[in-house]
C-alpha cells in the first residue's frame, strides 16, 4: 500500500462521511472531475476496487481513523482520546425508553425466558 497524500485523505474522510463527489468538490473548491482524479489515485494506491472497500482499507491502513474522523448523524462526537462506545465498556446500547440492549451478554437469554424457553414476564 502506497500512503495518501493529504488532498486523498481529505477526500476520503469525506467519502467515508457520506458525501457525494459533487458535495466534496463544493466543500473543497474543485470540479467533481477532480474528485474522481483523486478517488481514483488514492483507490490505487490502497488497492481498493470501490468507494466503500477503499474507506474501509483507509481505516484500515490507519490512513483515515473512524473514531475522531467519521460522524455518525444523530450521534454525539466522543471527547478525544475516548475508545469505549456509549453507553459503557461492553457497547450496550440504550433504548429512548431508557431500557439497555444486553443481547449478547452472559446470562442475557436465561433473564429473558424462562425454565422451559417461555418468554419472561
Known amino acids: 500500500m502506497k500512503a495518501l497524500t ?6 476520503m474522510v469525506l467519502v467515508a462521511n457520506g458525501n457525494t463527489n459533487a458535495a466534496i468538490g463544493s466543500q473543497l473548491g474543485i470540479t467533481r ?14 488497492g481498493a476496487r ?14 483515515i ?17 475516548r475508545q469505549e462506545a456509549p453507553g459503557g465498556p461492553q ?12 443481547r449478547g451478554t452472559p ?7 424462562g425454565l422451559r424457553g417461555e418468554a419472561a414476564a
Not at 493529504?6 to 477526500?11: C, E, I, L, P, S
Not at 472531475?33 to 490502497?46: F, G, I, P, Q
Not at 470501490?50 to 490512513?63: F, K, M, P, Q, S
Not at 446470562?107 to 425466558?113: C, K, L, S, V
Open 65 to 81: 481513523d473512524a473514531d475522531s474522523d467519521i460522524r455518525v448523524p444523530g450521534v454525539p462526537q466522543a471527547p478525544e482520546g
Open 6 to 11: 493529504a488532498r486523498q485523505r481529505q477526500v
Open 33 to 46: 472531475v477532480t474528485v474522481d482524479r483523486h478517488l481514483a489515485d488514492a483507490y490505487s494506491a490502497l
Open 50 to 63: 470501490d468507494r466503500a472497500n477503499a474507506v474501509g482499507l483507509a481505516i484500515r491502513y490507519g490512513e
Open 91 to 102: 457497547g450496550a446500547r440504550e433504548a429512548a425508553n431508557g431500557a439497555r440492549d444486553v
Open 107 to 113: 446470562g442475557a437469554a436465561e433473564r429473558r425466558t
